[in-house]
């Protein structure tokens, strides 16, 4: 199964994407709005758990994609629960 999220807001700079699943890491990319940092860490995490994946895809000034791929199999459900 997969879903996507995406905004049309300023996108994410290059060299800040590689650290968009880092706990705390907070970038306001030229707002006001600053996270905390925790939003996509714990997207990740649960994806994660249930034996999927996460992938970022942005544009810096046309928007972010955030895709989530989860396994149909429950077999793979049940090995990343273990």
Do not use: Y
Not at 24 to 34: C, D, I, K, P
């Amino acid at each position: 199964m997969v879903f996507a999220v995406t905004d049309l807001g300023p996108g994410i700079p290059p060299d800040v994407k590689d650290k968009v699943f880092d706990w705390f890491e907070s970038h306001s990319n030229g707002s006001r709005h600053r996270g905390a940092g925790l939003g996509l860490p714990l997207v990740k995490s649960f994806v994660e758990l249930h034996g999927g994946r996460v992938r970022v895809d942005s544009i810096v000034g046309k928007g972010t994609t955030v895709t989530c791929d989860f396994p149909i199999d429950q077999a793979a459900h049940r090995n990343a629960a273990e």
